[in-house]
């Protein structure tokens, strides 16, 4: 394969370690951040492949800023935020496919603490899209002998799994902050997913995509790892802190601290049951206490086992 131009904007955790993955195979790399010298238009100038490593937060003011810019039609636009838009309940591919409807958008999604990766540990990841060579171009960009990259035709499936997870890994940081123990995790993670495919498949999402890197294989990853912003929200919150204290000390971003808003507003308006992300919901908002919560979800009423 010719070497590709790829322009990363985002110079945080992830998209740094996108850059490198993609320098290390052999690849230009532009690196954009706001917080650089360098212009967000000469930057994507001549790009095959953008990507965007943004946190959600700043996802439109991106897109804005560089849609009225003209792009060969094989451009591709490549995003890695895990997110959903509070205004719109949008996903961040959704949000660059309506500004660049003609062009193939990728995602792309998996179990990928960017420590581990920047340390060159072993990882696998997703790249998904409707335009399967879009995405088997990407595959090639990012695959090397330490990172393994599958292609997923189901892009919907694939963002909401790497989305919605964050909010079961602030359950399972409060789970093991309280000590509550293996027996107590793998029910919070097994019914975790249980909720993420039944919000996903009411999105559009195929179910068995959960199943995969993105879904289950994000889930054991976030839930797990004290790695895990995410994870690190709900341990902090078990032992007392409240929410500003942890977001301020905080280092990079928690995306599952404005998704679980997001999801309430959409789950209700959708009579969608989401029992863990209600608990997670009214802790971030200070209406509980971790222990309220553990109490809460164990004293619903009893029924089946439904897995989606
Ligand atoms: N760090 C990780 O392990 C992984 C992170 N992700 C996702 O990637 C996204 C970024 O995460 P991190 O790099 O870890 O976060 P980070 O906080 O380290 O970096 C966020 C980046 O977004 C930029 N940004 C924020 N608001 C902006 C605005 N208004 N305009 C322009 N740029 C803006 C920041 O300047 C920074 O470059 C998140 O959605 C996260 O869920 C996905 C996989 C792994
Ligand atoms: O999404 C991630 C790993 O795949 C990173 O998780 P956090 O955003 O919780 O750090």
């Excluded at 695959?143 to 990259?149: A, G, L």
């Excluded at 799994?161 to 940081?173: H, L």
């Excluded at 039944?198 to 993105?214: M, N, P, Q």
């Excluded at 995410?230 to 404005?258: P, S």
Aim: charged share 15%.
């Amino acid at each position: 394969m010719q070497p590709k131009l790829v322009a990363v904007l985002g110079a945080g955790a992830w998209g740094s370690t996108l850059a490198n993955l993609a320098s290390a195979t052999g690849h230009n790399v532009r690196l954009w951040s706001r917080h650089l010298e360098c212009s967000l238009a000469e930057t994507v100038d001549g790009a095959d492949i953008i990507v965007s490593a943004i946190s959600m937060k700043g996802v439109r003011s991106v897109v804005e800023q560089i849609r009225s810019l003209s792009f060969a039609p094989e451009t591709i636009f490549l995003t890695a935020t895990k997110g959903l838009e509070p205004t719109t309940t949008l996903t961040p591919a959704q949000i660059w496919q309506a500004a660049f409807p003609d062009h193939p958008i990728v995602v792309l999604c998996g179990p990928n603490l960017s420590k581990e990766v920047q340390q060159g540990l072993p990882a696998a990841t997703v790249v998904a899209s409707t335009d399967i060579t879009a995405a088997e171009t990407v595959q090639m960009v990012f695959s090397s002998n330490r990172f393994r990259v599958y292609t997923n035709s189901d892009p919907i499936g694939v963002e909401l799994g790497g989305t919605i997870k964050n909010v079961i890994a602030i359950a399972a940081g409060v789970c093991d902050g309280l000590h509550l123990g293996t027996n107590a995790k793998a029910a919070l993670v097994t019914r975790g997913l249980t909720e993420i495919i039944r919000i996903g498949v009411a999105w559009g999402a195929k179910i068995e995509t959960f199943y995969g890197l993105s879904g289950l294989g994000d889930l054991l990853a976030t839930c797990n790892s004290p790695l895990s912003r995410n994870y690190q929200v709900g341990y902090q919150l078990a032992q007392g802190k409240n929410l500003a204290e942890i977001l301020e000390r905080l280092e990079g971003t928690a995306e599952g601290v404005n998704t679980t808003q997001v999801l309430i507003a959409k789950a209700h308006q959708q009579h969608i049951s989401v029992p863990i992300t209600t608990q997670v919901y009214r802790l971030l908002q200070a209406e509980i206490t971790p222990r309220q919560a553990l109490e809460e979800l164990m004293l619903r009423d009893i029924k089946p086992e439904y897995n989606f």
